[in-house]
């Protein structure tokens, strides 16, 4: 019998943030596929580590880019697409010798997750359980210690790797936001918020909930120095 495919929402950051499910099933598989820059390395190993146990096959799926699309978008749209081919064929040959394999996804697995590629690969050929996690968004909310969003207000997420543009277009019609995927992106970002009047309300958190959490005005952040697993949150601010 085929083993079973696990997507496991870790949640944010802290290890005390996964759900009881994601540790039981967690502990439950023979393979642990665990996505990162470097083999032994990694945000998503970090947060699982203490529950892992000696007799579980670590793979590591290491990523051939880190960095998102740049000038050649086709060449980097190749490269990961042959990457998520390759490791669910990997992935594939585990489960088809009847072991169970999970990949953690730090946050929820199916919000902008990378499981979804995974998913997407092999969920039709195997059976697979997604376990749902915290997403970032809200864990950075409660970093920049306000609520995000009153009564009547929706909630924009917006993804950094958008153009200038396209992101002040968002945040124009956006009671509260969230904007992801920064890292390199953040001076466009920043400009965003500048031309649409909002830099005055917006929070950049780091690393929400980790040790090394890190929140501060978006006006004040020097550019060049945020990490990947940084945001800003803009709150709604309260309304009657
Ligand atoms: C590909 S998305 C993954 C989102 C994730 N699945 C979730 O539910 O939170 C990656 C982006 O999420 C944000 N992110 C994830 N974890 C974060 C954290 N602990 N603190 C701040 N931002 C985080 C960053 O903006 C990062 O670039």
Redesign the pocket.
């Known amino acids: 019998m085929a083993g079973r495919l696990y997507g496991i929402?870790l949640g944010?950051?802290d290890p005390e943030l996964m759900s009881l499910k994601a540790v039981r099933l967690l502990r439950g598989v023979d393979v642990v596929a665990y996505p990162t820059a470097r083999a032994g390395t990694g945000?998503s190993l970090g947060i699982i580590a203490a529950h892992l146990l000696e007799t579980q096959e670590l793979f590591p799926l290491v990523y051939p880019v880190t960095a998102g699309p740049g000038a050649d978008a086709s060449d980097y749209r190749d490269r990961i697409n042959a990457f998520y081919d390759e490791t669910s064929a990997a992935i594939a040959e585990f489960l088809e010798a009847g072991r169970d394999v999970a990949i953690p996804?730090?946050?929820?697995?199916f919000?902008?997750?990378?499981f979804m590629y995974w998913y997407g690969r092999l969920s039709g050929r195997f059976e697979t359980v997604v376990v749902p996690?915290?997403?970032?968004?809200v864990?950075?909310a409660i970093?920049a210690g306000q609520p995000l969003c009153f009564r009547t207000q929706t909630v924009t997420v917006i993804p950094?790797t958008l153009s200038e543009g396209e992101i002040m277009q968002r945040l124009n019609c956006a009671d509260a936001a969230v904007?992801?995927?920064?890292?390199r992106t953040f001076a466009k970002v920043r400009s965003a918020l500048e031309r649409s009047d909002m830099l005055g309300r917006a929070i950049y958190?780091?690393?929400?909930?980790?040790e090394t959490?890190k929140v501060l005005p978006a006006a004040e952040v020097e550019t060049g120095t945020s990490p990947?697993?940084?945001?800003v949150v803009i709150p709604g601010g309260e309304i009657d």
């Not at 904007?179 to 890292?183: D, Q, T």
């Open positions: 929402g944010p950051g945000v996804c730090v946050g929820d697995p919000f902008y997750g990378s996690g915290i997403s970032s968004i864990a950075g970093a950094g904007i992801i995927k920064l890292g958190v780091e690393r929400a909930s980790m959490q990947y697993f940084s945001m």
